[in-house]
């Protein structure tokens, strides 16, 4: 067995505010998890039933909301939400249809209004959805009551920058949902962010198999090789919680997988270079370059007009991933916060819906740049960065995959524990007993 | 801007070979196919691995590591996991020597690991 370096952690665990200690690993078992979750028709329908219908999703971004009357859609499997601040600044969500023969209320991604006016025959709804206005309500002989008639609220909440809801009328409180979540990575102060990348890609696979293809590091030698200079891809903590998970990946490291730790490469110096690290004046090697922009980052913080004070030392560096279940995945950093949402088809589930979002910390005093506009487009007409890009490449291909008949079911290393842990979270939901992995 | 370059004698490469050559800081892949040389990035639109390591079989290059495939003569990806072009350079062949022209802008970006 090939033994690497190990990589060192510089947090103080008894210091840090986000919780930097290793979680106990629970007993997931070794079984194969079945392909057939992936390929499913009827899966799939258990999953909107059980799963989707139960747990709470995130909604819109708060600076989509800033004022009354701004408004979002949302679309999540066969159903389209509307999210809204109202004139007394509360959230809500409702179904975006109208109450009387079935049309949707609310056009495009977002904008402002006083009132949602169905174009079909002119009913009007209230920023929370309440129906105010029946043209010809002499006509309806049983009565069109606008108290009875007003679009299916949903439950809603705020949490970090971001407006949450459930299609579940019974859904326990979002704090209680989120559990650890906000202690992790409210430090973060994701709240003060700005976004400045949103597209969403059409890809060819179950949504789980993107959620999987992000939630462990053992593909990072096959397919993103040339990330191998500064990030480390084997000795990565992972810690798995009640419904969500992590791992912490050490940025600014040589992989282990690499022999010679000293090596600095282009991605490295590159890595130096966008933390405000002069790669020319570092005199050091590759096994020391993480320390040393952890305190570059340390003692220049307020120079740069950054704050890092909630912060501990690896944080400065690493990626700290986490997966809110069920399908949001984040890579966040100091000054950065990379944001995956998977959605299901409305229909198929072989087809999904990616959506990323950047969200960057800006320099105090630096005006936040426009919001960008929302771009759709289908997988490989436009590139969304080298990494994905590769992460992408890998995903049609695996799910044909799911599809064969020669293929067993996944054959999960303890590389891969968040897939695990992820699958077994949704296991419980769909059958809520305890796990069973096999058919 | 671009400049026009002398990379190699024309004599170095025999028909069906390819070879990695560096103009102006950018690490370019130089091949004869059929008589004709062409220049191509020489590094793979999907993971950046050298395509001059690779296996050259008539008009396409194949990556060592994934296996995409690339046609030298325009760069356009054939097959997965690469879906994008690698680029192409311009060649000539004058008193003796095989001429490329290439910017030092062509010099691809540090790897980094989000889009942004």
Redesign the interface.
């Known amino acids: 067995m090939t033994v690497y370096r190990k990589i060192e952690r510089f947090a103080d665990p008894q210091a840090s505010k986000t919780p930097c200690e290793k979680a106990p690993d629970p007993d997931l078992g070794h079984d194969i998890i079945p392909k057939e979750r992936y390929t499913s028709t009827e899966f799939m329908a258990t999953e909107w039933d059980r799963m989707w219908t139960k747990v709470w999703l995130m909604g819109a971004w708060l600076g989509d909301l800033k004022h009354p009357g701004d408004y979002v859609v949302t679309k999540i499997g066969k159903e389209s939400i509307v999210l809204t601040k109202d004139e007394h600044g509360k959230f809500n969500a409702f179904y975006n249809v109208c109450s009387h023969r079935g049309n949707q209320v609310a056009y495009g991604a977002s904008g402002n209004t006083d009132r949602f006016r169905c174009a079909y025959h002119l009913w009007e709804y209230n920023l929370r959805g309440e129906l105010v206005n029946v043209p010809d309500a002499e006509t309806f002989p049983q009565g069109a009551p606008c108290d009875k008639l007003s679009i299916v609220k949903l439950p809603c909440d705020v949490w970090g920058a971001w407006v949450w809801f459930s299609m579940n009328p019974d859904v326990e409180p979002l704090s209680d949902f989120l559990g650890m979540i906000p202690e992790h990575l409210d430090p973060y102060h994701m709240d003060r962010m700005a976004l ?2 949103d597209v969403t890609v059409e890809w060819d696979c179950n949504w789980k198999t993107s959620v999987d293809a992000f939630n462990e590091t053992y593909h990072v030698a096959g ?5 191998m ?1 500064f ?1 480390e891809d084997y000795d990565v903590q992972i810690d798995t919680y009640e419904r969500h998970n992590r791992y912490l990946i050490p ?1 600014g490291a040589v992989s282990t997988h690499i022999e010679d730790g000293t090596i600095i490469d ?2 490295m ?3 130096m270079q ?1 933390h405000g690290f002069d790669p020319n004046g570092y005199k050091g090697d590759g096994l020391g370059a993480r320390r040393a922009v952890q305190r570059h980052l340390r003692e220049n913080a307020k120079k740069m007009g950054l704050d890092y004070s909630d912060l501990n030392d690896d944080q400065l560096t690493d ?1 700290y991933h986490y997966l809110i279940f069920p399908n949001l995945t984040w ?1 966040i950093h100091c000054n ?1 916060a ?1 944001l995956f949402r998977q959605r299901p088809h409305e229909s198929d589930p072989n087809k999904m819906y990616y959506d ?1 979002q ?1 969200y ?1 910390m800006l320099p105090e005093g630096t005006p936040h740049p426009e919001r960008p506009q929302h771009r759709q487009f289908k ?2 007409e436009e ?8 992460d ?3 995903l ?2 695996v799910q044909a995959g799911m599809n064969s008949s020669g293929f067993r079911g996944l054959w999960i290393s303890s590389q891969e524990l968040r897939i695990r842990h992820f699958h077994k979270t949704l296991d419980d939901y769909l059958h809520r007993n305890p796990i069973k992995w096999l058919k | 801007m671009a400049e026009v370059i002398p990379v190699l004698p024309i004599a170095a490469l025999g028909d069906g070979e390819m070879t990695r050559v560096t103009a102006n800081g950018v690490d370019l892949m130089v091949c004869q196919v059929a008589g004709q040389f062409y220049a191509l990035a020489d590094r793979c639109s ?4 050298a395509l001059s390591n690779g296996k050259l079989s008539g008009f396409e290059v194949r990556c060592p ?1 994934h296996g995409a495939r690339f046609d030298v003569r325009t760069g356009a990806c054939k097959s ?5 072009p690698v680029k192409t350079f311009p060649v000539t062949l004058e008193g003796g020597k095989v001429w490329i022209a290439v910017s030092s802008d062509d010099k691809p ?8």
């Open positions: 400045v990348n397919t993103h090789p040339q990330l200079g990030i940025f282009d991605g110096r590159g890595f966008m990626d890579n950065s990379m990323l950047n960057m997988h490989g590139s969304i960065g080298e990494v994905l890009d590769q992408a490449s890998n049609a291909m | 999907h993971a950046r691995q590591l997965p996991p690469a879906t994008f970006p540090p790897p980094r690991f989000g889009p942004i």
